[in-house]
């Protein structure tokens, strides 16, 4: 067994524990080997005092920097995962061709779009597979008091929430199921409005009532805020045919009649196999119709999000360098205004060594004091930015600090205190004499 | 017991090779008390500089007890003055934000581990004998200028050093005070028998000396 693969045996929690110790580890042989045998804390602590705030301004400094780059890793890690919670339920769209990420937004993540729609014959061809466990058209549009009023059918309902908070599935076609976080009550009427939105036509639909039987539980999704009627409801209230035969029961859902069918922007489709989804996708990726798998869509917008992520961490970085370098740097003017102490220190015959070890003591208390805050500040701002996004698209984003983030820290820990021998170094190079008669 | 001191041929150049002191033969028995005097500019603190092997660009020999200071290397020269020697500035040079006792007792943060609880316990002893308040403990900012002399002195003979160097140690203080000072200053070092180098412009400090050299133009007149 060579080391790669006993590396791969390890339990992930090892490897990232492992290499935030090996990205910690520069920094710890650096303090051992510039501390050791000496006690130069109390003098450190005294320069940290001589100078509170400007030391405070430093340690600000690196913490708003390493805040960046612990909140850019978290926020999109969260968001990663928010809208792949979120996609989770939907296994395969089928739409008419066009965009598949304005389907994805449209039909998993509820942005309104005026999209193409799709005919009987399509949704009688996929109902015809043996395969297929639900095929679910839905119908958007319409909305009530801010959230989005989605036709769909009971099956679709209960596969996207599991077991009901409370009440019953939709069963006629004027009940509806409520999202965890709409303002209705199991017993509730409401009359939706026509369209979404400032411009949503409260009286286009009023003639059409329905009541609240059920509420869904949390889904982490914009579903959450959603109001789910039969399909046929909506289709009803829109003057279209109800998708059922003449002498229909007025039992929703499927199955529908071809020929009433008024038309889908998407049907949700679940197979009882893996495999014969991707079957499904190929058989109904043509001239027609687009089959794909939101997961996918969803993957190939993280890689590119991941793109981005990268190229804003390796900018984070840059930028924790740059403001470390500029806080050394000031570091170097506030050693000269310590030379006089430093120079006593080496008059008394205090080895270089020692010199250099509380100039190295000061510097790293200023950045390790940075680098912690800093990962607070990125905490903070990732629980910030997740609730507002939550808020705003209702895709639960939750906001977490996980190893990425602890080795960014750790690495720029290591890499600011070797920088940090650089003014260290700097003093043993000055005139003593000089610097006592300064 | 102090160490004698013997110069020979001691010469200290500015970095233009003007010469800041020239000394061709000096020596000063151990536990001497010895007083340099002279006019602003002479060489006083070039002086005390070299005798601590602190001053650049110099040659000839410094030997402290057969030991030549100059010819050490900087480790060695400060171990040296970590050893021998304790200094008393004309600025008590403190560091404002910590007490007085960690002030007096500095030299424990870069002793050796054995030498560490030592230097502290003779750090108390001596703010104690000088009469330094250490309780409460509070920044050595706080104390009085006489005070935080006094806890210059404390620092200097807190690792018990057979030699003293001071330089101008009470040109900052009144006279009253400075009469203090400098009784503790002599009082320690003949005590203990220590060798000891005051630079003073003070009259009635130098006056106290048992021997007494003048500098000028970086010589010594006598």
Same mark, same amino acid.
């Given at each position: 067994?060579?080391?790669?693969? =006993?590396?791969?045996?390890?339990?992930?929690?090892?490897?990232?524990?492992?290499?935030?110790?090996?990205?910690?580890?520069?920094?710890?042989?650096?303090?051992?080997?510039?501390?050791? *045998? %000496?006690?130069?804390?109390?003098?450190?602590?005294?320069?940290?005092?001589? &100078?509170?705030?400007?030391?405070?301004?430093?340690?600000?400094?690196?913490?708003?920097?390493?805040?960046?780059?612990?909140?850019?890793?978290?926020?999109?890690?969260?968001?990663?995962?928010?809208?792949?919670?979120?996609?989770?339920?939907?296994?395969?769209?089928?739409?008419?061709?066009?965009?598949?990420?304005?389907?994805?937004?449209?039909?998993? +993540?509820?942005? @309104?779009?005026?999209?193409?729609?799709?005919?009987?014959?399509?949704?009688?061809?996929?109902?015809?597979?043996?395969?297929?466990?639900?095929?679910?058209?839905?119908?958007?549009?319409?909305?009530?008091?801010?959230?989005?009023?989605?036709?769909?059918?009971?099956?679709?309902? /209960?596969?996207?929430?599991?077991?009901?908070?409370? *009440?019953?599935?939709?069963?006629?076609?004027?009940?509806?199921?409520?999202?965890?976080?709409?303002?209705?009550?199991? /017993?509730?009427? &409401?009359?939706?409005?026509?369209?979404?939105?400032?411009?949503?036509?409260?009286?286009? %639909?009023?003639?059409? %009532?329905?009541?609240?039987?059920?509420?869904?539980?949390?889904?982490?999704?914009?579903?959450?805020?959603?109001?789910?009627?039969?399909?046929?409801?909506?289709?009803?209230?829109?003057?279209?045919?109800?998708?059922?035969?003449?002498?229909?029961?007025?039992?929703?859902?499927?199955?529908?009649?071809?020929?009433?069918?008024? *038309?889908?922007?998407?049907?949700?489709?679940?197979?009882?196999? =893996?495999?014969?989804? +991707?079957?499904?996708?190929?058989?109904?990726?043509?001239?027609?119709?687009?089959?794909? &798998?939101?997961?996918?869509?969803?993957?190939?917008?993280?890689?590119?999000?991941?793109?981005?992520?990268?190229?804003?961490?390796?900018?984070?970085?840059?930028?924790?360098?740059?403001?470390?370098?500029?806080?050394?740097?000031?570091?170097?003017?506030?050693?000269?205004?310590?030379?006089?102490?430093?120079?006593? =220190?080496?008059?008394?015959?205090? @080895?270089?060594?020692?010199?250099?070890?509380?100039?190295?003591? +000061?510097?790293?208390?200023?950045?390790?004091?940075?680098?912690?805050?800093?990962?607070?500040?990125?905490?903070?701002?990732?629980?910030?930015?997740?609730?507002?996004?939550?808020?705003?698209?209702?895709? =639960?984003?939750?906001?977490?600090?996980?190893? @990425?983030?602890?080795?960014?820290?750790?690495?720029?820990?290591?890499?600011?205190?070797?920088?940090?021998?650089?003014?260290?170094?700097?003093?043993?190079?000055?005139?003593?004499?000089?610097?006592?008669?300064? | 017991?102090?160490?004698a001191l013997t110069i020979t041929d001691l010469v200290?150049?500015?970095?233009?090779?003007?010469?800041?002191?020239?000394?061709?033969?000096?020596?000063?028995?151990?536990?001497?008390?010895?007083?340099?005097?002279?006019?602003?500019?002479?060489?006083?603190?070039?002086?005390?500089?070299?005798?601590?092997?602190?001053?650049?660009?110099?040659?000839?020999?410094?030997?402290?007890?057969?030991c030549d200071i100059l010819a050490l290397r900087q480790?060695?020269?400060?171990?040296?003055?970590?050893?021998?020697?304790?200094?008393?500035?004309?600025?008590?040079?403190?560091?404002?934000?910590?007490?007085?006792?960690?002030?007096?007792?500095?030299?424990?943060?870069?002793?050796?581990?054995?030498?560490?609880?030592?230097?502290?316990?003779?750090?108390?002893?001596?703010?104690?004998?000088?009469?330094?308040p250490t309780r409460p403990a509070r920044p050595a900012?706080?104390?009085?200028?006489?005070?935080?002399?006094?806890?210059?002195?404390?620092?200097?003979?807190?690792?018990?050093?057979?030699?003293?160097?001071?330089?101008?140690?009470?040109?900052?203080?009144?006279?009253?005070?400075?009469?203090?000072?400098?009784?503790?200053?002599?009082?320690?070092?003949?005590?203990?028998?220590?060798?000891?180098?005051?630079?003073?412009?003070?009259?009635?400090?130098?006056?106290?000396?048992?021997?007494?050299?003048?500098?000028?133009?970086?010589?010594?007149?006598?």
């Open positions: 067994m060579n080391s790669l693969d =006993l590396w791969d045996r390890l339990p992930a929690l090892a490897q990232d524990g492992l290499t935030f110790l090996a990205l910690l580890l520069p920094a710890l042989l650096v303090g051992v080997a510039v501390m050791a *045998g %000496h006690r130069p804390l109390a003098l450190v602590g005294a320069m940290l005092r001589r &100078f509170p705030f400007t030391n405070a301004l430093f340690v600000l400094l690196i913490a708003a920097s390493v805040g960046l780059g612990v909140g850019l890793i978290a926020q999109e890690r969260g968001l990663r995962i928010g809208t792949a919670r979120a996609a989770e339920k939907f296994d395969l769209v089928l739409a008419a061709p066009g965009s598949e990420i304005t389907m994805l937004l449209a039909a998993v +993540y509820l942005q @309104p779009s005026d999209v193409p729609l799709l005919g009987g014959d399509v949704y009688a061809e996929v109902t015809e597979n043996p395969h297929v466990s639900i095929a679910a058209p839905i119908a958007f549009g319409d909305s009530y008091d801010g959230a989005p009023v989605i036709g769909t059918t009971p099956d679709f309902a /209960g596969h996207l929430a599991g077991p009901l908070a409370a *009440g019953r599935m939709f069963a006629t076609e004027r009940e509806a199921v409520a999202g965890a976080r709409v303002p209705l009550a199991i /017993g509730d009427e &409401f009359t939706p409005a026509h369209g979404v939105g400032a411009s949503a036509d409260e009286e286009a %639909h009023e003639h059409a %009532h329905f009541t609240v039987v059920g509420r869904m539980p949390m889904t982490g999704s914009p579903w959450d805020r959603a109001i789910l009627v039969p399909v046929e409801a909506v289709w009803e209230v829109h003057g279209l045919a109800d998708g059922h035969a003449d002498g229909w029961s007025g039992e929703v859902g499927p199955p529908f009649d071809m020929a009433r069918f008024p *038309g889908t922007p998407a049907i949700l489709v679940r197979a009882d196999e =893996l495999w014969a989804n +991707y079957a499904l996708r190929s058989e109904f990726n043509r001239a027609d119709v687009m089959a794909f &798998f939101p997961g996918a869509v969803l993957a190939g917008l993280h890689n590119i999000l991941g793109d981005v992520r990268q190229a804003m961490s390796l900018l984070a970085v840059a930028t924790q360098v740059l403001v470390t370098a500029g806080v050394l740097a000031g570091l170097l003017v506030l050693a000269r205004l310590t030379a006089q102490r430093l120079a006593l =220190l080496r008059a008394l015959g205090a @080895p270089a060594r020692f010199a250099f070890a509380v100039v190295w003591g +000061y510097a790293a208390s200023l950045i390790v004091a940075g680098a912690i805050l800093g990962v607070g500040v990125g905490y903070g701002a990732t629980i910030a930015l997740s609730a507002i996004i939550t808020e705003r698209t209702d895709i =639960l984003v939750t906001a977490r600090l996980d190893w @990425p983030e602890l080795h960014l820290v750790a690495g720029f820990v290591s890499l600011t205190l070797l920088l940090a021998l650089l003014p260290a170094g700097a003093t043993l190079s000055r005139d003593i004499v000089r610097d006592l008669r300064a | 017991m102090g160490l200290v150049e500015a970095s233009g090779g003007r010469h800041l002191l020239s000394v061709p033969q000096l020596d000063v028995p151990a536990g001497c008390h010895l007083g340099i005097s002279g006019p602003s500019g002479a060489g006083k603190s070039t002086f005390l500089h070299a005798l601590a092997g602190l001053a650049r660009r110099t040659s000839g020999h410094v030997l402290w007890d057969g480790g060695a020269r400060a171990r040296f003055r970590r050893d021998h020697m304790g200094f008393v500035f004309q600025d008590p040079l403190l560091f404002e934000e910590i007490s007085a006792l960690a002030n007096a007792g500095v030299a424990a943060a870069f002793a050796p581990r054995r030498r560490r609880a030592a230097v502290t316990l003779a750090a108390g002893e001596a703010l104690t004998t000088l009469g330094v900012a706080t104390h009085s200028g006489g005070e935080r002399q006094r806890i210059a002195l404390a620092r200097a003979l807190a690792t018990d050093p057979p030699i003293l160097l001071a330089d101008e140690p009470t040109a900052s203080l009144d006279r009253a005070t400075a009469d203090t000072l400098a009784d503790a200053l002599l009082g320690a070092a003949r005590a203990a028998g220590r060798t000891l180098v005051v630079v003073s412009h003070d009259p009635a400090l130098i006056a106290r000396m048992d021997r007494v050299l003048t500098l000028r133009n970086g010589e010594i007149t006598e």
